[in-house]
């Protein structure tokens, strides 16, 4: 193995070091549609840290309130629903309650739910005003999940396998916490120029 393949742990963020300005998202509006899985508590974190409010969307109330509970923790404003509602009008509760939803991060979905959830987004934006960023999270082969050609908001994917790393160039495992921050600086205004692109969290594999 060569000596220059990177050994090191990342620097532990945390309340007092954060990877972005501390109120980059502070007048902004996450919506998370999950499982209330890991992955989503993570970017939950990441947002909630650096100032955003959550709307947190699960299949069942429990599973969005595993996501919205974490910005709750933070103390940021956060609601919970469930995705069988009607897309637009959920966008539009929750951008009443909290604010315009300017980035959206399905994590794991099925295509019917995100199809659903990206027309809505599309078609009913909460302030025209606003750049809007959808960031589309999925294991490895489900790019073709992103949708291009919109031009109501960018859109990127990242594909995770966190587990691979060790096997990589990285030479360890990957932690949630990593994929919080890079879908968190897909939506800030450091990475307005990006649209349209595939990243992939996996350790280096090639």
């Not at 532990?12 to 996450?30: C, I, K, Q, T």
């Not at 890991?38 to 699960?58: C, H, K, L, T």
């Not at 995100?114 to 078609?123: H, P």
């Amino acid at each position: 193995m060569s000596e220059h393949v990177l050994k090191l742990d990342p620097p532990a963020f945390g309340p007092d070091r954060n990877f972005l300005p501390d109120a980059v998202f502070s007048e902004d509006v996450v919506m998370i549609l999950s499982d209330g899985s890991e992955s989503a508590q993570a970017i939950a974190d990441a947002f909630a840290s650096v100032g955003a409010s959550v709307a947190a969307v699960g299949p069942d109330l429990p599973a969005a309130k595993r996501v919205s509970g974490i910005a709750a923790g933070h103390g940021r404003k956060s609601l919970e629903a469930v995705w069988a509602a009607d897309p637009s009008s959920l966008l539009r509760k929750a951008a009443g309650d909290l604010g315009p939803i300017n980035n959206m991060v399905p994590v794991n979905v099925d295509d019917k739910v995100l199809s659903a959830f990206l027309k809505a987004f599309e078609g009913d934006p909460s302030d025209p005003g606003i750049m809007r960023n959808c960031v589309i999270i999925s294991s490895p082969g489900k790019s073709d999940q992103v949708t291009n050609g919109t031009r109501q908001f960018r859109i990127n994917h990242i594909e995770v396998d966190l587990s691979r790393g060790a096997e990589g160039l990285v030479g360890r495992a990957g932690g949630t916490f990593e994929l919080g921050w890079a879908v968190a600086f897909f939506c800030s205004p450091y990475a307005r120029e990006i649209d349209g692109q595939r990243l992939r969290l996996d350790g280096g594999m090639v």
